[in-house]
């Protein structure tokens, strides 16, 4: 069975996800308290940076039609990573990032951007 998903709440939850990551990576990077908030104590301040690094221009690509599939790739990537350190540092609750990721994959199999292509169309 083949569901139809409206375009309008694939784009909604595709601007929302990235949205979110952006703001959330931006805190990340930029904000000292977040280093406080569970599951952020404990990690090496280089990893943090990497990660919130990152995760701002995937988001940004992830926004882009003719980038989102390049986007798509490294946001999984880093929401992967993500969850490895989380689990390196035993916190396994990890949940939220697979939800994330998931909700990553299913945009970007959804909606299918093709640019125009420049020049003349026949």
Known sequence: MKGQVSK????????????VFFIQAALLAFSKSEIQFAGHAGIHHWIRIVLAWSEMPACVLFLVPRAMKLGTLLLIAVLALAALV??????????????????VAVVASQLHFEAPLPGPQS
């Open 8 to 19: 309008t709440a694939l784009l909604g939850l595709q601007w929302s996800l990235g949205v």
């Open 86 to 103: 989380h689990m390196l540092q035993g916190n396994f609750q990890i949940g939220g990032l697979l939800i994330y990721a998931a909700a």
